[in-house]
């Protein structure tokens, strides 16, 4: 059978007054990316041909955030959610297909999931409309589904139900999908007769029943269709979605020796027997290689660990940062456009940045690179097995050959070649009993006040 083709419809309007924020409410991040971004990822695995994003307030930023990557269509005024629906009919004119209705603060609804709404509205009874319902803890606030079976009988929102339906626990998460024929000829016959005097997207399923045509629900887990209205609600869906990555990291081979106290993003990518003490915080772009070990209280961003490398405790790595098989970050060293090769060491207090450390390379603490001069970054290299000694300024751009060794307090302003020892400081001189006449003379003048 041929797959028909698909559109999404993203809700989107809200003004999102709860959230006390300039920034617009689906585009607050879960786990460093936008709500709104993880609900198009899983429906960009559907491969649709249009997506339709219904916006209102704040339709300058989501049109930034969104560039080319699907339509806006403004809701304008706000007159309920069966309203904002159709405004998308302008945008999919001509389209005959499958749609599906989804909420941008409600951003973790899995593609498999969207996949089971799409297969049983092509089931052999031929729903007119699927409804993702689900079972909360506590339902008080949600719209109810009344049904036989997985065949609605009724929809009826929270403050319109009755005693008995309020009393009926499968909720309506207010996803759906229907064909494109059936959708819009459909809310062309809704309503505002109701508490909120508002067109409610649900009264499509009671018109279609009227017609003598069944609607049918799929089932999911609340954790899937949870919303975010306020910072607390967006605080525990980001509580709710790291707790299930660790659980989902450990049962793939991660030992986190303090799950509650690390955080992934979206996209962290860790290999099998990788170790994370205590307070480590991942942001976005970040693959670990096998056998890795990330010690306490560290952060890192935009980076590629090599297998079986060590990092910190206390490091900080900065977006560009590609350690090799065995490089060690120790402890309070920074990297940001660092390449180390195989085996490379900057055991603690350095900060490498628009760097190349060769294979086998050895950077002492307190070493700088010296990469920006106000106006141009630029770039140091450090050969393969070079050493350099504590607390040296590498002045960029500035290549220190294989092999050589840079004397500890050195500032190296040109190039050094291979085995080549640099030393750049200043000549030392000692002057015998100097600091016991200092002494004398400082003690005097403090007595004689």
Same mark, same amino acid.
Request: proline share 3%; aromatic share 4%; hydrophobic share 45%.
């Given at each position: 059978m041929t797959t028909p083709p698909l559109a999404a419809i993203i809700l989107a309007a809200g003004k999102g007054t709860r959230m006390q924020s300039d920034l617009h409410k689906v585009l607050h991040p879960i786990a460093g990316q936008p709500m709104l971004m993880h609900l198009m990822a899983s429906v960009d695995a559907l491969a649709p041909a249009h997506q339709v994003v219904i916006v209102g307030a704040g339709r300058d930023q989501l049109a930034a955030a969104l560039g080319d990557r699907a339509t806006l269509a403004v809701q304008e005024p706000q007159l309920g959610t069966g309203h904002a629906v159709q405004q998308a009919q302008g945008p999919l004119a001509g389209f005959s297909g499958d749609v599906l209705i989804l909420y941008g603060d409600v951003p973790l609804v899995r593609a498999a999931t969207m996949q089971r709404m799409l297969d049983r509205l092509h089931a052999d009874d =031929? $729903?007119?409309?699927?409804? @993702?319902?689900?079972? $909360?803890?506590?339902? *008080?606030?949600?719209?109810?589904?009344?049904?036989?079976?997985?065949?609605?009988?009724?929809?009826?929102e929270h403050?319109?139900?009755?005693? +008995?339906?309020?009393?009926?626990? *499968? &909720?309506?998460?207010?996803?759906? =999908?229907a064909r494109s024929d059936d959708l819009?000829?459909?809310?062309?016959?809704?309503?505002?007769?109701?508490?909120?005097?508002?067109?409610y997207l649900v009264d499509i399923v009671n018109i279609a029943a009227a017609d003598g045509r069944a609607s049918a629900v799929v089932i999911t887990d609340p954790h899937e269709v949870a919303g975010v209205n306020s910072r607390a609600e967006l605080a525990a869906m980001e509580g709710d979605w790291q707790a299930r990555r660790r659980a989902a990291a450990m049962a793939a081979g991660v030992t986190l020796i303090a799950p509650d106290t690390v955080w992934f993003a979206h996209d962290t990518v860790l290999g099998r027997d990788v170790t994370i003490e205590p307070n480590v915080l991942f942001g976005p772009g970040v693959t670990v290689g096998?056998?890795?070990?990330?010690?306490?209280? &560290?952060?890192?961003?935009? +980076?590629?660990?090599?297998?079986? &490398?060590?990092?910190? $405790?206390? +490091?900080?790595?900065?977006?560009?940062?590609? *350690?090799g098989e065995k490089?060690?970050?120790?402890?309070?060293?920074?990297?940001?456009?660092?390449?180390?090769?195989?085996? =490379?060491?900057?055991?603690?207090?350095?900060? @490498?940045?628009? +760097?190349?450390?060769?294979?086998?390379?050895?950077?002492?603490?307190?070493?700088?690179? &010296?990469?920006y001069d106000g106006f141009f970054k630029y770039q140091t290299v450090i050969g393969d097995g070079a050493f350099i000694g504590s607390n040296s300024a590498l002045v960029a751009p500035v290549a220190i050959g294989a092999g050589a060794i840079v004397g500890a307090g050195s500032v190296v302003t040109a190039d050094v070649a291979p085995d080549a020892? #640099?030393? #750049?400081?200043?000549?030392?001189? =000692?002057k015998p009993g100097w600091a016991k006449r200092f002494r004398d003379v400082m003690i005097a003048k403090k007595n004689n006040k």
């Open positions: =031929a $729903p007119a409309i699927v409804v @993702l319902g689900f079972e $909360p803890h506590d339902t *008080l606030r949600y719209g109810r589904v009344i049904a036989d079976g997985d065949r609605i009988t009724k929809m009826v403050k319109d139900a009755t005693a +008995a339906e309020r009393a009926v626990r *499968l &909720c309506n998460s207010g996803l759906m =999908a819009f000829a459909l809310l062309a016959r809704v309503g505002n007769d109701n508490a909120a005097g508002e067109y096998d056998r890795v070990t990330i010690r306490a209280n &560290c952060h890192i961003e935009g +980076a590629v660990i090599g297998e079986a &490398c060590e990092v910190g $405790p206390f +490091a900080r790595l900065r977006p560009g940062t590609v *350690l490089a060690k970050i120790g402890n309070f060293v920074e990297t940001k456009k660092a390449v180390l090769g195989a085996g =490379a060491k900057a055991n603690h207090l350095t900060y @490498l940045g628009d +760097a190349t450390v060769g294979a086998g390379a050895n950077v002492g603490a307190g070493t700088i690179t &010296c990469n020892l #640099a030393l #750049a400081r200043g000549a030392q001189t =000692a």
